[in-house]
């Protein structure tokens, strides 16, 4: 793919479907050929442009002769911001993948947001009166909007061949046949919602309406027949297209995704006005939607979602060629699980050991992956020990709990702020979300600063968002680093005044001895939380910085986790203590030979011995693991 010579700026509000048709266009180019050119599409026809453009924006990306950043960018040119609201982590993971990465064992083209494209002719005739010709606007293109919320006449739907709707040959469209006023009403809550720029997933939804339901009376004691009543006299009630208490007790609780239409006039009737809505989002998450990782091992940076790079997703470059039993293993070894059975799909059942517990549970590698579930253990939090987890992340109270997954409050005696947050994301992220909302303006965040920092550091620049690093200055060294707001705030400070650094590695390997004085290993998930610190991800940062021969990495710090018997390469270890098990074997049993079904000391040796062959024939095997089994059994790969 070479660079495209005639570029064109996206428009306000503008879909990427509908750039990509201009930039053909603007290069004398049929749609077609502007594909195979620059968007790395082979055997590309009109046809092969679907209204939900995913992996094509990559290949847009790399054409691009001046390049912007890529995250942003794509947040702008689609409608995933607010889509995203209503599926689970996992999905949103998903869809990021179809995006970012290549097509491969694990990423399978997944479905899109939408299919079908949508004009306003009142829109078209503005836009070719500013800019000399039309365009789609991401708005129109929301789950459930029929009207256009900014002059409230119905939408045309393009029905004509595909490729052509940016032709605008109005004969090609047909109109929405509005019945009553309450389309034009959900177009506008949509179009607020959206212009607020909020991200969350559809567990804070969930957990929002749920609490705002016991807030106002409506009980499950009555099979929210009360509630149900209620929204029928409702003056949009026609907008409500399914069976509430259904609804509530069934698909609310066991559906992974619940659509924009469905849950939007739940929250416009609880929520008149949808700022209330905004605001309780806004306090109730903070996780953004993407990110950029940088991979230690292929060195290249990747995006994907808080979700994944928690979950052990790993790097996506380094995903192309992996199965989906080695990547599902991987998740599952991340998570601390282990798998006690073969892996099939993942759609079927595979039995799992919960390190922590010893428990056993079946469940399927895509409900554990992808949909969160867990071993019971996990989940069950009792009030005292939540509050002993909240007093030690520092000065917080948690007023009211009900469980690890549900919205608790918590009052931060700091500024005294009472908020509404996830016990889970709070553990994770512990700050004041009424201090540091997600609308922070740069005036108050520079004030905050100069304020937490008691004027030692200061921000230099504007507050663009909480996902655009700002840079601050450190009046001490006089260094300016670029921090992410939120890492900031949380405790991230100048690099090159490593004091609080030191401060910080020592304080988090204490932590590490009284974990292996309480537990007596060191053998740490790497998602794991203890003390109210993620000591899981800091063990895995440390063996990321010595396997990377990173200079944070001192011979001081290896030589101190070393002598507490501290594993900077556990695959490793594992496969060691595997291979001298296979030895033992061998000298008891008198024989090389062991079948794929063969158990051993309580263990799956011949599954294992089967694996080192696979990774032969696959070229995935070390040298030194080749000899070593080479050593024992010359015709080891033979078998």
């Known amino acids: ?277 905004i605001s309780l989002i806004q306090r109730t998450d903070s996780n953004p939607l993407l990110e950029i990782y940088h991979c230690d091992t292929c060195h290249r940076d990747y995006i994907s979602t808080p979700f994944a790079e928690l979950n052990g997703f790993g790097c996506s470059f380094c995903n192309k060629y992996l199965s989906e039993g080695n990547f599902a293993n991987r998740v599952f070894e991340t998570n601390g699980y282990s798998a006690n059975s073969e892996f099939k799909s993942m759609n079927r059942k595979i039995e799992l050991i919960h390190h922590k517990c010893g428990h056993h549970m079946s469940i399927t590698p895509r409900g554990f992956i992808y949909e969160g579930v867990r071993c019971m253990c996990e989940s069950v939090i009792t009030e005292v020990e939540a509050k002993k987890t909240i007093s030690e992340l520092g000065n917080y109270n948690l007023c009211e709990f009900t469980s690890a997954e549900s919205l608790c409050k918590i009052r931060a005696r700091d500024c005294g702020h009472i908020f509404n947050v996830r016990y889970r994301k709070f553990v994770c992220s512990p700050y004041c979300r009424i201090c540091f909302p997600r609308n922070m303006t740069t005036e108050c965040l520079r004030d905050r600063i100069v304020m937490e920092s008691d004027g030692e550091y200061e921000m230099v620049g504007d507050f663009v968002n909480q996902n655009t690093k700002i840079s601050v200055l450190h009046h001490v060294c006089g260094q300016t680093t670029e921090y992410n707001p939120r890492y900031f705030y949380m405790g991230a400070r100048c690099p090159l005044c490593n004091s609080v650094f030191v401060e910080r590695w020592e304080r988090m390997y204490a932590l590490l001895l009284d974990y292996k004085a309480e537990h007596g290993n060191i053998s740490i998930p790497k998602r794991a939380v203890y003390k109210g610190e993620k000591l899981g991800l800091w063990c895995q940062r440390q063996r990321d910085n010595y396997n990377c021969n990173k200079r944070t990495m001192t011979p001081e710090k290896v030589k101190k986790l070393s002598d507490i018997g501290f594993d900077f390469d556990p695959k490793e270890t594992e496969w060691n203590r595997r291979y001298e098990q296979y030895l033992r074997y061998i000298e008891e049993k008198s024989t090389t030979y062991i079948s794929r079904r063969t158990d051993y000391e309580d263990e799956h040796l011949g599954a294992w011995v089967d694996t080192q062959r696979k990774w032969y024939k696959t070229g995935k095997m070390s040298d030194e693991r080749k000899e070593k089994l080479l050593k024992v059994n010359p015709l080891f790969f033979e078998s």
């Not at 679907?50 to 995250?71: A, I, T």
């Not at 995203?84 to 995006?99: I, L, P, S």
């Not at 070719?128 to 708005?139: D, F, K, P, Q, V």
């Open 1 to 277: 793919m070479g660079f495209i010579p005639v570029g064109k700026k996206t428009y306000p509000d503008e879909l990427l479907y509908s750039w990509i048709h201009r930039l053909a266009t603007a290069n004398s180019l049929l749609l077609k050929d502007f594909l195979i050119e620059y968007l790395g599409k082979k055997n590309a026809t009109v046809n092969s442009l679907q209204p939900d453009v995913r992996r094509e924006f990559v290949g847009l990306y790399d054409s691009l002769l001046k390049k912007p950043d890529m995250v942003e960018l794509f947040l702008s040119v689609s409608t995933f911001p607010f889509e995203a609201m209503f599926m689970t982590e996992g999905q949103q993971t998903k869809y990021v993948n179809n995006v970012f990465t290549e097509k491969s064992n694990i990423n399978t083209i997944s479905n899109g947001i939408f299919q079908q494209l949508h004009v306003c002719q009142e829109c078209a005739k503005e836009d070719i009166a500013t800019y000399g010709e039309a365009y789609l606007h991401r708005i129109h293109h929301l789950s459930g909007v029929k009207v256009c919320p900014k002059h409230h006449c119905a939408l045309m739907r393009f029905d004509g061949t595909k490729g052509h709707a940016c032709d605008y040959d109005w004969t090609t469209y047909s109109k929405y046949e509005l019945t009553s006023i309450s389309d034009t009403v959900y177009a506008d809550y949509a179009r607020e919602i959206f212009d607020a720029g909020v991200t969350t997933d559809i567990k804070s939804l969930k957990d929002i309406l749920y609490s705002t339901l016991k807030d106002r009376g409506y009980s499950v004691s009555d099979a929210y027949e009360s509630f149900n009543n209620d929204l029928r006299s409702w003056q949009y009630s026609n907008l409500i297209k399914m069976d509430i208490p259904h609804f509530l007790k069934v698909k609310m609780i066991t559906a992974e995704h619940v659509s924009p239409e469905e849950l939007m006039p739940l929250f416009m009737f609880l929520y008149p006005d949808a700022n209330e809505i």
